[in-house]
């Protein structure tokens, strides 16, 4: 789980060579950075409760990167964003302690990002 973790934090650094579209633009990677969102809102929420604690805001920062990154603005940046409190709010609904499905979500959720990010970089960084 810790390697999946360091992938999905170097992916997301790499995110930030990605070209940013012009102001109303989308781009083909929109659904894929909003899933990304919502799987750091979940880690936001999953993390500290099944004990990873010492990071504190690591998920809701790693969120901003991306979101400095890409500098969207209007619906664009509205739907990361909504996409990330779905993420955190479903997963607060349904967990108040941590459980062995919840410790399983956190490690397909890592994987998933991981994969999303380096798919995306792969894909479209310069």
């Known amino acids: 789980m810790k390697r999946a973790l360091v992938c ?3 992916c997301l650094a790499l995110l930030g060579g990605l070209a940013a579209p012009a102001a109303g633009q989308t781009t083909p990677f929109d659904k894929d950075l909003q ?3 919502e799987i750091l809102g ?6 500290p409760l099944c004990g990873a ?6 998920w809701r920062k790693e969120m901003q ?5 890409e500098t969207p603005s209007g619906s664009r940046r509205s739907k990361m964003i909504l996409a990330f409190n779905r ?8 967990y108040r302690t941590c459980t062995p499905p919840a410790e399983v979500a956190i ?12 798919e995306v970089t792969g894909r479209y960084a310069n």
């Open 87 to 94: 993420g955190y709010n479903g997963f607060q609904q349904s």
């Open 107 to 118: 490690r397909r959720y890592l994987e998933e990002g991981a994969k999303i990010s380096r």
């Open 35 to 37: 899933r990304l969102a």
């Open 53 to 58: 604690a010492d990071e504190g805001q690591k």
């Open 42 to 47: 979940a880690l936001h929420y999953l993390r």
């Open 65 to 69: 990167a991306l979101i400095d990154a």
């Open 8 to 10: 999905v934090c170097l």
